[in-house]
């Protein structure tokens, strides 16, 4: 028994004298710092607290487009300035339909087993499709070169041995982290004050109306394009992100939202809201 003790007092000792082994066991970073990293950068998915803008409401319509070959899911989210000046920012909108990873296909011919009580693909979740405002991003970009070719890989010989299976796309955290990592691509806007916006600016959007040959064809080809609209007024915005889906075999539609605004006269740190919604499945508005 005192040798048992004498192990073990030697054993903590030993782990309280190196940080990297608690580290290692948490499945954390080794180098004391417990914030992730990418390319050598700090990444930070906390958003910082910012007392001059207030998210006050978020809410979702799901409609039909009008071309009838798929529907809008459309995210109005309602911002305040707590401040008299104008302020800019940018932000990203990402609406995605997220499951988990099981083969539905496979478990109906091979049923899971009931002795096994955990199924660890069952919480696994991937994203089956997806759309960011104000512009998707490849799944490329986000993995990078060499990941992506190591996926590509494993389809391939997945495929040879007659499975049905395709790449995919990252998943929600994945598609978060990188985001929140490139604001530079997120949509500018600014939150005015007591001066207000000028009458150009209050009203602002990227809807294109059809041309004389769509509207006599019964077409609107620039209609899934149509991303955002933003209504300003003092002290008050509204933003109102449009994502488009096709219409396509057993048609799902969105069910996950995340939000991320920033501010972009900062160089590091600049996450001021980061807002994640399970939306489950929205009912057709119109």
């Known amino acids: 028994m005192k040798k048992l003790s004498t192990v073990l007092a030697f054993a903590i000792l030993a782990l309280s004298l190196n940080p990297h082994i608690w580290a290692q066991a948490e ?24 007392p001059r803008i207030k998210l006050k409401k978020v809410s979702f319509v799901r409609r039909h487009a009008d071309t009838g070959k798929g529907e809008f899911l459309d995210v109005q989210i309602e911002l305040e300035s707590k401040v008299m000046q104008a302020h800019n920012y940018s932000i ?75 790449i995919g796309e990252p998943n929600f955290d994945e598609y978060m982290r990188y985001l929140t990592m490139n604001p530079g691509k997120a949509l500018p806007f600014t939150l005015y004050g007591e001066e207000g916006p000028a009458k150009d600016k209050i009203l602002v ?49 969105f069910n996950k939202i995340g939000i991320l605004i920033f501010d972009p006269n900062k160089e590091k740190n600049n996450l001021l809201v980061r807002r994640i919604v399970d939306i489950g499945d929205l009912k057709m508005t119109y």
């Not at 512009?135 to 990941?147: L, M, Q, R, Y």
């Not at 006599?216 to 008050?236: A, F, I, M, P, V």
């Open 27 to 50: 499945g954390g970073p080794t180098g004391g710092d417990s914030t992730a990293s990418v390319n050598n950068e700090p990444y930070y998915p906390l958003a910082y607290f910012d």
């Open 92 to 166: 990203y909108v990402i609406a995605v339909h997220e499951r988990d990873s099981q083969n539905d296909d496979e478990r109906q011919l091979v049923p899971y087993p009931s002795w096994r009580p955990f199924n660890p693909k069952a919480i696994q979740k991937r994203v089956t499709f997806s759309n960011i405002m104000p512009a998707n991003v490849p799944s490329k970009e986000i993995w990078g070169e060499e990941t992506y070719n190591k996926r590509q890989e494993e389809v391939d010989k997945q495929i040879l041995r007659g499975y049905n299976a395709e």
């Open 205 to 253: 959007h990227n809807y294109t109306g059809q041309t004389p040959d769509e509207k006599k064809g019964w077409r609107h080809e620039t209609l899934k394009d149509h991303t955002y609209t933003l209504y300003s007024n003092k002290y008050q915005s509204t933003i109102i992100t449009h994502h488009y889906t096709q219409y396509r075999p057993n048609f799902l539609t």
